[in-house]
Structure formats: C-alpha cells, structure tokens
C-alpha cells in the first residue's frame, strides 16, 4: 500500500541531462528525509544526494556542482537534477525515504526499485 516509485531514467550522451522522479504513495502523511542512491555493476551501493525534513542537503563529492536534490511536498515527491553527465554516472539509482504514514505517523524506511541511467561516452 505504501511505495516509492522512481521514473526518469534513459540513456543520454555524455554532457547530457536528465531529472529523475521518485513518486511516494499518495495516501502517506508526508516524507519525512529522501536520498538517492546508485549502484553501478560491480560496485558497493552509494548515497549521491540527501535531503531533510528541513530542507537540508548534502551531495558525494563526485556529483556536487551537477545535481541537486529537492522536494515538492504537496505532490509528496522527490527529484535528482542531474547535469552535465559523465559516463562515471552510469548506474542504476535508488530512491530511499522515510514516510511519516496516516496510521502510525511515525518514519518508515521505504526503497523503490530503481532506475537505470545510462550515459554514453
């Protein structure tokens, strides 16, 4: 009943952009925090991007200066801008959030499935 789903995702040349969207379900109270991960193949899965209930941020220093994260809380769902793209971008990317639901209205930690970027060189 209670999911985070992420869209946006493609292939792009090198230079290239592409925002991606992670959707919560509609029936939740609110998000709480969001973050996107991303895991390449054969890489350990890495934060690129947190934001706070207060609107707080932090980046890896590998995507700072190019992405950025935000939230639009009445459509209770988070974006990645992602700006001039790398080859080194390629990755599937997570959307990971704690959801204050109507029930509990208390924080649950929440992943959706993913989506893949690719970005050609």
């Known amino acids: 009943q209670v999911q985070l789903v992420e869209s946006g995702g493609g292939l792009v040349q090198a230079g290239g952009s592409l925002r991606l969207s992670c959707a919560a379900s509609a029936n939740i109270f609110s998000i709480f925090t969001m973050g996107w991960y991303r895991q390449a193949p054969g890489k350990q899965r890495e934060l690129v991007a947190h934001i706070t209930s207060g609107g707080s941020t932090n980046y890896a220093d590998s995507v700072k200066g190019r992405f950025t994260i935000s939230r639009d809380d009445a459509k209770k769902t988070g974006y990645l801008q992602m700006l001039s793209l790398k080859p080194e971008d390629t990755a599937v990317y997570y959307c990971?959030?704690?959801?204050?639901?109507?029930?509990?209205?208390?924080?649950?930690?929440?992943w959706g499935k993913g989506t893949l970027v690719t970005v050609s060189s």
């Open positions: 990971n959030a704690e959801l204050i639901t109507r029930s509990t209205m208390a924080p649950m930690n929440y």
